[in-house]
């Protein structure tokens, strides 16, 4: 039964409010991945910690902080939200190795190496030449493996995430992105890029943002679980999750920011144009998180058992996250 | 017997090198309060956790993080020892009062709030005015009740103190200074501001600071053991403790960032003075943290019971800190 499942959501960038929490908690979904931070440097990254400790301290009947799987355990025993972060860039580094450790502390769970454009680590996949993992890069990826961060290249060009899962000893993943054979396009992943990701035991989440999709906001819960299905034929279903990429409620200034952060003085319009800069349409089935279990009937429909559709829907990023987020060391023994 | 007890030293700042750790190891200390940060911003204090992080990590046979009290029994089980953090000044908040509960997430346990000067928080103990609390002080005082972070006012000034101790919910500290009464200097305290103290549960950390004592580092065992009697016999024996302020090993060029942080252009002396500008002398019966238990001893020699040094020695700070540390909320129940 779906309300039985631990239901984990593996990317959303909301604006974060009681109204949302209340939508989120009756959506049934027991976890979400939060974007913390796009290009907020250490310091900013610190203030939106905070904001995020006050939205705990105001919404503890909705919400709660989610610093390993046994808190999202607690969460469904308990009848709340757990939220967890990720940062969309590696900018809450600055350039210091010694802050992998300091963040993973302070709970940010994942990070990606790169935001579309070249970063200190890495080649984003709107760059016109991909150089891959850099000398800084590499460190940050076994410090990363260190400390139980997880390694998410969802915004990586091809050469450098395929560089990223080579050299990274633990299991990485592409928490939002589809695969290019369906609906090609820049932030999509290509076959190569699949294989080689989940050879390695990592994760795929599947992404709800329509520019990401075939037919964009029209494509419909049947094409979309057909994706999941061919995939899950490909690489194995115990590989496959969703991270939707659900951007509810945010000013079209958010938009911008995570486009242009403070990099550009022309305005890019990422996966949109100029005459389509806003956000796009939502799904008609996947207004919010309440999809989800829209997409737990598609792949049911479709023949998935109820074990794969509640492993794509939630034990899948579970397992995959009670793995990776264990510290290589211990401190105190 | 000193060797079965829980040793804790309540504020050092000494080179921490293998070196160091290798002699704190065969002092038999349990556990030592760290100072972290003097005047280091909220960007700089990470660098700082960063810097200790890789400290842990490459002597972990020695040393380990202390986040709660049951780490420092779990320190004294594994015979490592447990080194906690503390900040003297408020400068890690920068003015941000979310930043309390991020840097006690980080293991910032104890945080003065000032030292020497007026700070946003309140009056250090060399200005001449004493304007006591500010708002923003009020504010944190609140705050750090809450998030189970230990208010420490060894550096500030009388007024600021008793209304400190006024203000918190919960028993303050402070963590390295000596009675006025013994040794009267600006970094020692009054009777009136023990008596607040401890009247409401605060704890008191003797200094082996030769600027606190009286004949500076011609101070005898028994001068020192005397003024903890005299203060047990006025106040309790279970609120006081050792800070010794041991700052070993450190350049000139640390004892100049103390004193002058960023603040001053012309050389401020702290407590010496233009012809006495260094490091003082050791006291020969504290030499370092194995002095701890020429302590005990001499404490036990002027008819204090074990179980009243071990208190001093340890036991009251474990006490006090287990109770304080804990936070006043649940963000997982």
Not at 165 to 173: A, G, M, N, T
Not at 303 to 330: D, H, I, K, M, Q
């Amino acid at each position: 039964m779906y309300q039985d499942e631990i239901i984990i959501d593996g990317l959303q960038y909301c604006h974060w409010d009681r109204a949302y929490f209340e939508s989120l908690k009756a959506s049934g979904v027991t976890a979400v991945h939060a974007t913390l931070v796009y290009h907020e440097n250490a310091r900013e990254t610190l203030t939106r910690f905070a904001e995020w400790n006050r939205l705990f301290e105001l919404n503890h009947d909705l919400i709660m902080p989610v610093m390993s799987m046994a808190d999202v355990r607690n969460a469904k025993a308990l009848g709340k939200v757990g939220v967890f972060f990720g940062a969309q860039n590696c900018s809450p580094l600055d350039d210091e190795i010694g802050l992998v450790e300091v963040m993973r502390k302070q709970g940010l769970l994942i990070m990606q190496l790169t935001y579309n454009n070249q970063s200190l680590l890495a080649t984003g996949c709107y760059e016109q030449e991909d150089s891959g993992v850099t000398r800084f890069g590499k460190q940050v990826i076994e410090e990363m493996n260190r400390v139980g961060m997880i390694i998410d290249m969802s915004h990586s060009a091809e050469r450098s995430t395929l560089e990223a899962i080579d050299l990274s000893s633990r299991p990485i993943c592409i928490s939002h992105a589809n695969p290019s054979r369906t609906h090609n396009a820049l932030r999509n992943k290509s076959d190569e890029v699949i294989r080689a990701l989940t050879e390695r035991g990592g994760l795929l989440g599947f992404s709800l943002y329509p520019f990401h999709l075939p037919d964009g906001s029209k494509c419909t819960l049947e094409a979309f679980c057909q994706m999941v299905a061919e995939t899950a034929n490909a690489y194995g279903v115990e590989h496959l999750a969703i991270g939707s990429d659900l951007c509810l409620n945010q000013p079209q200034s958010v938009l911008e920011w995570m486009r242009n952060g403070r990099w550009s003085k022309s305005k890019d319009y990422g996966e949109g144009s100029a005459s389509n800069s806003g956000w796009p349409a939502a799904l008609p089935w996947f207004p919010d998180a309440s999809g989800l279990k829209n997409i737990y009937k598609g792949l049911r429909d479709i023949g998935f058992s109820e074990t794969e559709a509640a492993g794509v829907l939630g034990r899948n990023w579970l397992r995959f996250l009670e793995a990776g987020l264990e510290p290589a060391y211990t401190q105190t023994s």
